[in-house]
Nanobody, 131 residues
């Protein structure tokens, strides 16, 4: 059974950077899209960034656009999310998840905005931005 495992979370000072990694356990990722979501206490889960594995096209939510990058390492079978200039509002549990197959006629921005398209989830990694 496929499992997704996040790593790289931790405590970072405002203005600092973190690189989160999403790895697979139990098999090769058979995925169309890998997404990163986050959930802060008392808030709804938010789609942060996604990448289409076929095309390499990324999507970033407005909240992280311009200071984040998402990339796939095919050799390691991981998808990494690099976040820079982090702020206290970035504090949350970060999850990665997969969309297993193509979704016709729905732009990546809409897919990434809704967790309902994603069928496998990791357990999350805590990110805390604080001085």
């Amino acid at each position: 059974q496929l499992h997704l495992v996040e790593s790289g979370g931790g405590l970072v000072q405002p203005g600092g950077s973190l690189r989160l990694s999403c790895a697979t356990s139990g098999g090769t990722v058979d995925a169309y899209i890998i997404g990163w979501f986050r959930q802060a206490p008392g808030k709804e889960r938010e789609g942060v960034s996604c990448i289409s594995l076929n095309s390499g096209i990324p999507y970033f939510a407005t909240s992280v656009k311009g200071r984040s990058a998402i990339s796939r390492d095919s050799a390691k079978n991981t998808v990494d999310l690099q976040m820079n200039n982090m702020q206290p509002e970035d504090t949350a549990v970060y999850y990665c998840a997969r969309v297993p197959g193509p979704i016709a006629d729905i732009p990546l921005s809409r897919v990434c905005a809704s967790s309902r398209f994603f069928d496998s989830w990791g357990q999350g990694t805590q990110v805390t931005v604080s001085s």
